[in-house]
Antibody
Framework: QLQLQESGPGLVKPSETLSLTCTVSGGSISSSSYYWGWIRQPPGKGLEWIGS???????YYNPSLKSRVTISVDTSKNQFSLKLSSVTAADTAVYYC??????????????WGQGTLVTVSS | DIQMTQSPSSVSASVGDRVTITCRASQGISSWLAWYQQKPGKAPKLLIYAASSLQSGVPSRFSGSGSGTDFTLTISSLQPEDFATYYC?????????FGQGTKLEIK
């Protein structure tokens, strides 16, 4: 079955760039039927969609983060990645990767990775 | 952006109870709504999609209804494993947005 796994540093300094990778196993990231997304959840708070990418490289970003976010895909490694620049303590969160449908109408997330906590602190 | 508002923010109930959680969208989203269950320290799990379709493997005591702006998630007979936080998500337009969550606690 399809599995997603986030990886990357758990601690990032303020003003630096957060970088995470999601590795997809049990299926191809090059499927024409899906987008691959990033969602985050600050400790004790709700869920925020960050952005999504198609295997061709087409992206959608949340306007609230768009100026700082870059999502990329490496189909040869079956991975996609997140970069968030100029981080502050407000970016401390559990970051999840997940799959969703290609049409915006019907973009529910399933499955999800287990999540990785990224703390922004000096 | 479409704002999603859940009520209540928390609810206490007992095993065997019937519980209903409401989600309201700030504008019409047809049936483009999903519900998730999240347990502490775990990723959210998709329960319901397209407002009323049960995800494979999800017990039939979970059901969803609604269209337009008002939606409900109902658990017909609470089981111990159902105590968790529940989120709705609109899938009508970007940016995709979630409700603030409803924490279901044991009474």
């Amino acid at each position: 079955q399809l599995q997603l796994q986030e990886s990357g540093p758990g601690l990032v300094k303020p003003s630096e760039t957060l970088s995470l990778t999601c590795t997809v196993s049990g299926g191809s990231i090059s499927s024409s039927s899906y987008y691959w997304g990033w969602i985050r959840q600050p400790p004790g708070k709700g869920l925020e969609w960050i952005g999504s990418i198609y295997y061709s490289g087409s992206t959608y970003y949340n306007p609230s983060l768009k100026s700082r976010v870059t999502i990329s895909v490496d189909t040869s490694k079956n991975q996609f990645s997140l970069k968030l620049s100029s981080v502050t303590a407000a970016d401390t969160a559990v970051y999840y990767c997940a799959r969703h449908g290609t049409m915006v109408r019907g973009s529910w997330f399933d499955p999800w990775g287990q999540g990785t906590l990224v703390t922004v602190s000096s | 952006d479409i704002q999603m508002t859940q009520s209540p923010s928390s609810v206490s109930a007992s095993v065997g109870d019937r519980v209903t959680i409401t989600c309201r969208a700030s504008q019409g989203i047809s049936s483009w709504l999903a519900w998730y269950q999240q347990k502490p320290g775990k990723a959210p799990k998709l329960l319901i999609y397209a407002a009323s379709s049960l995800q494979s493997g999800v017990p039939s005591r979970f059901s969803g209804s609604g269209s337009g702006t008002d939606f409900t998630l109902t658990i017909s007979s609470l089981q111990p494993e159902d105590f968790a936080t529940y989120y709705c998500q609109q899938a009508n337009s970007f940016p995709l947005t979630f409700g603030q969550g409803t924490k279901l606690e044991i009474k």
